[in-house]
């Protein structure tokens, strides 16, 4: 059984940082990747960045240059640091888990709430 536990989201002005956090637990060995996703209200939720096994990332244009996600392998855990904060990004974040070594499918968070004003 794999869990994923996001936290770190909370209300920011426009400009400021937050960093979000994912912790997985349970089959990991499984995971090819991990990633975040995020929903506003009225929208489909969209990637925002992703890394996978080999450490390579993939961003979404509309964020590029301002998030970074990370992980801590030890820790199995999952971060994205979100600088230079706009009112479109905010959105409920999913952390997200690709079961693809193990044949299974995607695992998703709880999702946390980010909300930058302006």
């Known amino acids: 059984q794999v869990q994923l536990v996001e936290s770190g989201g909370g209300l920011v002005q426009a400009g400021g940082s937050l960093r979000l956090s994912c912790a997985a637990s349970?089959?990991?060995?499984?995971?090819?990747?991990m990633g975040w996703y995020r929903q506003a209200p009225g929208k489909e939720r969209e990637l925002v960045a992703r890394?996978?096994?080999?450490?390579?990332?993939y961003y979404a244009a509309s964020v590029k240059g301002r998030f970074t996600i990370s992980r801590d392998g030890a820790k199995n855990t999952v971060y994205l640091e979100m600088n230079s904060l706009k009112p479109e990004d905010t959105a409920v974040y999913y952390c997200?888990?690709?079961?693809?070594?193990?044949?299974?499918?995607?695992?998703w968070g709880q999702g946390t709430q980010v909300t930058v004003s302006s």
């Open positions: 349970g089959y990991t060995i499984c995971f090819s990747a």
């Open positions: 997200n888990a690709d079961g693809a070594r193990c044949g299974a499918g995607h695992y």
């Open positions: 890394i996978i096994s080999d450490s390579s990332t």
